[in-house]
């Protein structure tokens, strides 16, 4: 890329950028750049030299690449990961440890909920999975992974939020509650209803709402992928059984397959929010 550091107005909106830029967590690995670029920009006496130049080229870049703050253990990221994989969208990944990273003033300023995904699209920032899944999906629609044929669509988004209101809480009951209680042989239940309405919302189609890969089979399936793990037998049901195998034939989805390790690094991490979460409950009571 080549910077017309002549133009004005160009220049001017990029010193704006570098200015008003005060996370670190943006430009990680340009904090000594971005210093530099500061004092320049604050006494500007001397006129623009090549080095300041390429000072500039380089943070220009970084502010353009797509960022995604993220980790490989948590589900909600994976969900985002898959899309930018499956769209070969160029990004620029931020690893997040979920044992305190996401709680420091610096990531709490890109989101206040203190959630990864997050991603920073040329400034732009978009927290929540499904809103930037749409995000990339709109802004890079190819391939296609949203239909727009009323049923097909319909059909998608349902499967989105059955995947998030329906399975996702049973999947967090398993994970916390021990194997023989009440509330696991409830939570098995509640996901055999969901892995039947799923076998009949798929039919005879590959994939969910299309014959194409679309955004409700990565949320879902990210979440069935994982019953395995958890004690449920996928061979009880067929057509499903059938759709994970040909989502794990993708190359994005072996590339972002937890390891038993990491499935195990993430049921810790759920079972500390979960009691995180319940001690909280317990003393605003
Ligand atoms: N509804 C949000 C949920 C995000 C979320 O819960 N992320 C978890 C990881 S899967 C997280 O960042 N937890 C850290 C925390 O709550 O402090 C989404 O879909 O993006």
């Known amino acids: 890329m080549n910077l017309r550091i002549q133009d004005s107005v160009y220049e001017t909106s990029l010193f704006n950028m570098v200015l008003r830029h005060n996370t670190p967590y943006e430009m990680k690995?340009?904090?000594?750049?971005?210093?530099?670029?500061?004092?320049?920009?604050?006494?500007?006496?001397?006129?623009?030299?090549?080095e300041f130049c390429i000072l500039l080229q380089v943070i220009y870049q970084g502010f353009k690449m797509l960022k995604f703050y993220y980790n490989p253990i948590s589900p909600n990221a994976r969900r985002v990961w898959l899309t930018l994989l499956e769209k070969e969208i160029s990004f620029e990944p931020v690893l997040i440890k979920l044992d305190g990273d996401q709680l420091q003033p610096e990531f709490v300023e890109t989101n206040p909920f203190h959630h990864i995904p997050v991603v920073v699209d040329d400034g732009?920032?978009?927290?929540?999975?499904?809103a930037i899944?749409?995000?990339?999906?709109?802004?890079?629609?190819?391939?296609?992974?949203l239909p727009s044929e009323p049923q097909a669509l319909a059909t998608v988004r349902m499967v989105q939020l059955v995947t998030g209101n329906e399975l996702f809480p049973q999947i967090v009951s398993l994970i916390y509650e021990s194997e023989d209680s009440p509330q696991a042989a409830?939570?098995?239940?509640?996901?055999?209803?969901?892995?039947?309405?799923?076998?009949?919302?798929?039919g005879d189609g590959s994939f969910f709402g299309s014959e194409q890969l679309t955004l409700a089979d990565i949320v879902a399936g990210v979440g069935v992928l994982s019953l395995p793990n958890l004690g449920i037998n996928l061979n009880n049901y067929t057509k499903i059984h059938e759709w994970c195998d040909r989502l794990m034939e993708r190359p994005a989805w072996q590339k972002t397959k937890l390891s038993a390790e990491e499935f195990e690094l993430f049921k810790g991490r759920v079972r500390a929010l979960v009691r995180l979460r319940r001690y909280k409950d317990n003393k605003s009571k």
Request: glycine share 0%; net charge positive; no cysteine.
């Open 133 to 145: 899944m749409d995000y990339l999906e709109t802004k890079y629609p190819t391939p296609a992974m």
């Open 186 to 202: 409830q939570a098995r239940e509640h996901i055999d209803k969901v892995l039947n309405f799923f076998t009949q919302v798929l």
């Open 29 to 50: 690995t340009d904090r000594a750049a971005i210093r530099r670029v500061r004092v320049r920009v604050a006494s500007r006496r001397e006129p623009l030299d090549s």
């Open 124 to 130: 732009f920032r978009v927290v929540e999975s499904l």
